[in-house]
């Protein structure tokens, strides 16, 4: 179900709680609510539609990945940038790595670990942000 996009950054702000098998749902509504604003967002964390949980959505290409409970585990080559957010107005600078290795739940609650780098590795530290409360 496409939810509302939060723009309260007390809520914002609060650390997520880990993911549990019980959350299918809430997985369900952030694909549905990153497709639904597909034209201004590449990636969704579950604080952003009122769910405090350790769920992301990153777009990648033609398809959105869920990740439960995403740790970054490994991080190259810092660089800095600009970004902005659906929940923020306006853009701003923000320290980011070209490269990183994150360890993850899929949706079948199966363990994963990936190495993404360029464009997708920011949005995923972009997402990871979001779930430990910190706002760009």
């Known amino acids: 179900m496409i939810k509302p996009v939060v723009h309260d950054p007390a809520i914002l702000s609060q650390v997520a709680v880990p993911a549990t098998k019980l959350d299918a749902n809430t997985v369900t509504d952030l ?9 201004n ?6 604080n952003m539609i009122g769910v ?37 107005t306006g853009e701003r600078p923000t320290k980011r790595y070209k490269q990183i290795t994150v360890q993850f739940l899929d949706r079948q609650f199966q363990s994963q670990q990936q190495t993404f ?15 430990a409360g910190i706002l760009i």
Request: charge should be negative; proline fraction near 6%; hydrophobic fraction near 45%.
């Open 31 to 39: 694909l549905d609510t990153l497709q639904a604003n597909s034209a």
């Open 41 to 46: 967002c590449v990636g969704m964390a579950a």
């Open 52 to 88: 405090n949980q350790q769920i992301i959505v990153v777009q990648m290409g033609p398809v959105a990945v869920p990740m439960l409970n995403p740790k970054i585990i490994k991080q190259q080559l810092p660089y800095q940038t600009t970004e902005g957010c659906l929940s923020l």
């Open 117 to 131: 780098s360029d464009f997708i590795a920011q949005i995923i530290q972009h997402e990871v942000d979001h779930l």
